[in-house]
């Protein structure tokens, strides 16, 4: 019941932002659904965006993370 309560408070701010945005005039029902019909697709868009590149993201951290432990290990044991 509260996920549904946040669901329609974040649907309906969405839903008036987007619509002023926009210079849409509707009803408060239909400003809801337009809100929470647009974060569903941003939150199935950006599952995605994280799925296909999580893996790419992953690998680019290994690398950062490797390159700074060679670089403390060089600062303070190397030379």
Do not use: C, E, K, N
């Amino acid at each position: 019941m509260t996920r549904f309560l946040l669901i329609l408070i974040v649907g309906a701010a969405a839903g008036f932002l987007a619509t002023r945005f926009m210079r849409v005039q509707t009803d408060v029902p239909t400003t809801i659904l337009i809100g929470m019909a647009g974060a569903a697709i941003a939150w199935f868009l950006l599952r995605l965006f994280t799925l296909i590149t999580g893996s790419g993201l992953l690998f680019v951290g290994a690398v950062l993370g490797a390159m700074g432990l060679i670089w403390l290990w060089r600062q303070y044991f190397g030379r």
